[in-house]
């Protein structure tokens, strides 16, 4: 049966990444990939998960399958991170989240969900998009629509656009939002925004299905979930799919959860027994080690303080990156401003610069960018960003 499989291409992010793990040239730089590398280039092992294996590997616990939804102390953790510790929602059980592979893999249980319950909806993505979210809801069986969203005039969100195309879906359908560190471009919603997209989606009966994969990346832990507190407090069914491979530099451990709110508290529990008999059939039950290192940082108050305080250093180090990159680019005189980067959030830029820009960097200096122009501002750093800033210019320039 094999001989009929057609040739599939990987999708830009993996394939550039798998290009550059071929590249032989000792200068190659991944400005591709959403990884945050710190001073020296390395992705960081942060203290507080050094100091949470240490005493996990201590315990010796031994290596039994773990609950298929996670254990009660990683789920609460998850809660609390999303939506507050003393939030209704938690106090009132209206939630169930499930251990999850990554948030790729929050995604796939709840696109999969869905589609047991809403087997007709029409999925809308923002255009753009992280690349694996049209493929993994066409994946699941649906069919994906874009929602008008970056402007590449202002550099910012089209959002009465975006509005207008929203009230256009039929009822019940599944509108995927970006909670913060939009994925490509690092245009974000403003507060306001957040709050006529709670009632527009209210009152067209979209269902939001909120990723979150950057929380305390862009202004903070509490103001990156702003999204997911205010679909919350509005008392009805969404989806968020969530994820530690960034906020605690995990990216390997494959550890997020996927969590499944419901307006009315009688029905989370028969929710969560379809969502764990999709886990079951999938991949039976989810890994220890990520979501123990999560679990015991997040429940270990001086560890917490820890990591609270080792992520807000590495949000400070992408701003700052942010604000030299645009400041450098702007000296060089390109023929138009580069603020607009300081105004973006989390890891990403969209920098503007096209495919073909995309393609000198990566054959003549050996940087990777995607061909969107999507460059990882959270791989810069003091040491790499002058021959960067060369690069771009010298491809500006040509
Ligand atoms: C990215 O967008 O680069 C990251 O989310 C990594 C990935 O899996 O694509």
Known sequence: PFLHIPGTPLDPIMA??????????????????????DENGSIPILDSVRSAEQEWFAQGKPKNYRPIEGTPGFRRSVQDLLFGEDSEVITD??????????????????????????????????????ENHRALFEAAGF??????????????????????FLRTLPAGSIVVLHACCHNPTGSD????????????????????????????????????????????????DFLIASSFSKSFSLYGERIGAATIVCGDPAV???????????VRTN???????????????????????????ELGHMRTRIRRMREQLADALDRNDL?????????????????????????????????????TGRICVAALNDGNLDRVVRAITHVVKR
């Open 335 to 371: 023929g138009g401003s580069f603020q607009f980067i300081k105004a973006q959030n989390g890891m990403f830029s969209y920098s503007g610069l096209s495919a073909e820009h995309a393609k000198t960097l990566r054959d003549d200096f050996g940087i990777y960018v995607l061909d």
């Open 93 to 130: 059980q209206r939630a169930a989240t499930l251990q999850s592979v990554g948030g790729t893999g929050g995604l796939k249980i709840g696109a999969d969900l869905l589609k047991k319950v809403l087997p007709d909806a029409v999925v809308a993505v923002s255009d753009p998009s992280w």
């Open 283 to 309: 991949y039976s039950n989810p890994p220890t080690h990520g979501a123990a290192i999560v679990e015991t940082v997040l429940r270990t108050p001086s560890l917490r303080s820890l990591w609270e305080s």
């Open 16 to 37: 550039l990444f798998e290009a550059y793990n071929h590249d032989s040239r000792p200068e190659k730089l991944n400005l591709v990939v959403g990884v945050y590398t």
């Open 143 to 164: 069919k994906v629509v874009s929602y008008p969203y970056h402007d590449p005039q202002s550099h910012g969100v089209r959002f009465d656009s975006m509005c207008a």
């Open 268 to 278: 989370v529990s028969r929710v969560e027994g379809l969502a764990k008999r999709l």
């Open 189 to 236: 919603l403003s507060p306001d925004q957040w709050r006529m997209l709670v009632d527009l989606t209210g009152e067209n009966d979209l269902f939001p299905f909120i990723d979150i994969a950057y929380q305390g990346f862009g202004r903070g832990l509490a103001e990156d979930a702003l999204a997911v507190r205010l679909f919350a407090q509005a008392h009805r």
